[in-house]
């Protein structure tokens, strides 16, 4: 992978420039990174993606992959299972999630 691929370029889309961006960090993404089209939805596809080129990014910075593999899959996210998944539906998984952690950490 080309470091222009990973860094964005001056010629990429503002919205591709971002959501590298955010590869490079820990946690959650916005809803915004995620939803490649901006059509307001986030299928399979568009997720599968994202997952796919986050890891890769942080895996070429070196980072530990040590849970990418227990990571949530697009069916624990969609939970109306419709085949897409809503800015709400993001928002409530992610804040479960963190609602998880909490619980988990405080044993």
Not at 7 to 19: D, F, H, I, K, Q
Not at 34 to 63: M, P
Not at 72 to 80: A, K
Request: aromatic letters at 8%.
């Amino acid at each position: 992978m080309s470091l222009a691929f990973i860094t964005g370029v001056a010629s990429a889309s503002p919205g591709e420039y971002e959501r590298h961006d955010y590869y490079e960090h820990r946690g959650p993404m916005p809803f915004e990174v995620i939803d490649i089209n901006r059509d307001g939805v986030v299928t399979a596809d568009e997720h599968a993606q994202v997952r796919s080129e986050r890891h890769a990014v942080r895996a070429q910075q070196g980072y530990p992959m040590r849970n990418a593999g227990s990571a949530p899959g697009f069916e624990q996210m969609d939970s109306d299972g419709n085949g897409s998944i809503s800015r709400d539906e993001l928002a409530e998984f992610q804040a479960l999630r963190m609602q998880q952690r909490q619980g988990m950490s405080r044993r």
